[in-house]
């Protein structure tokens, strides 16, 4: 993909951390990312950033984009969709990253095209993001490499049934912000018992970093590594015990149910 042209429409955080994971690397120049976005600090800030080439209009790029990706709010996407698509190149691959929307819709807009629904997240910016991805009609299994190998540049990449797409937003689309949540509360912790900030900081994120490449590259079930921690009346058992009276499992299982059903909604 190091000569593919790939368009951006909308230029916000999803777009940003994608870009970053790919601009130079995976597509060898970046002049051949082309972003619009409504703000024009937001297209110079990507310019400055990523060398990406980013103006307010979409139409220096649209006939030429091999790959257009849709990046703008739920509520902006109709209108968007209706502003470019009598623009964008036949064999274009279409790809949105717009919180529950449904292929249904996005092909209503580009009915020829190969047409994707991507639901990736920020720590792509960093090389280790994690996006599931659903193919619609004219799906073809060169298009299907493209967006595997997009997204698998900047972390992990799962192809799922439609029909899963809200719980994978609900999971690892909103997953971030929980993660920080957890981070910054693990930080306090470790104030609240004498650390110093930033150390608590790093800690506590090198914490999660170290444990969740242990799930990934072993294979092991977490309550399996978790007992591998806890042993019989030490300090690991006493913070599990004060987790789960405090209801920190019931907390997370029904933050993603909630962002699940929110994703729902937004593709009604």
Request: glycine fraction near 10%.
């Given at each position: ?49 990523y ?9 220096n790029?649209?006939?030429?984009a ?17 502003e470019?698509?009598?623009?964008v ?15 249904s ?34 799906a ?67 914490t ?28 690991t ?32």
């Amino acid at each position: 993909m190091k000569n593919t042209s790939i368009g951006f429409i909308g230029g916000g955080a999803l777009a940003g951390a994608l870009i970053k994971g790919i601009a130079g690397k995976l597509v060898e120049n970046p002049a051949n990312i082309y972003v619009s976005d409504h703000k024009q600090e937001r297209c110079d800030e990507l310019h400055t950033a990523y060398g990406v080439t980013a103006a307010v209009g979409a139409e220096n790029f649209l006939s030429k984009a091999d790959i257009l990706v849709l990046a703008v709010k739920p509520k902006d996407a109709r209108a968007a969709m209706q502003e470019v698509c009598g623009s964008v190149r036949g064999d274009a691959i279409i790809i949105s990253v717009v919180a529950g929307m449904p292929l249904s819709v996005i092909e209503a807009y580009f009915p020829s095209q190969p047409v994707y629904r991507v639901m990736p997240n920020t720590p792509q910016a960093v090389g280790c993001g994690m996006a599931a991805y659903t193919a619609g009609t004219h799906a073809q299994d060169e298009a299907t490499r493209q967006v595997h190998e997009l997204w698998s540049s900047v972390g992990l990449a799962l192809q799922v049934e439609e029909r899963l797409m809200d719980a994978v937003t609900g999971l690892s689309g909103s997953g971030p912000a929980y993660a920080f949540l957890m981070i910054d509360a693990l930080a306090d912790g470790g104030v609240a018992a004498g650390l110093p900030r930033q150390a608590a900081i790093r800690m506590a994120a090198q914490t999660l970093l170290g444990s969740a490449k242990m799930v990934l590259e072993t294979g092991l079930h977490p309550d399996v590594l978790r007992d591998q921690v806890t042993s019989p009346a030490g300090t690991t058992i006493a913070g599990v015990r004060a987790l789960e009276k405090a209801g920190l499992r019931s907390a997370l299982i029904e933050a993603v149910l909630a962002a699940t059903e929110r994703s729902e909604k937004l593709g009604k």
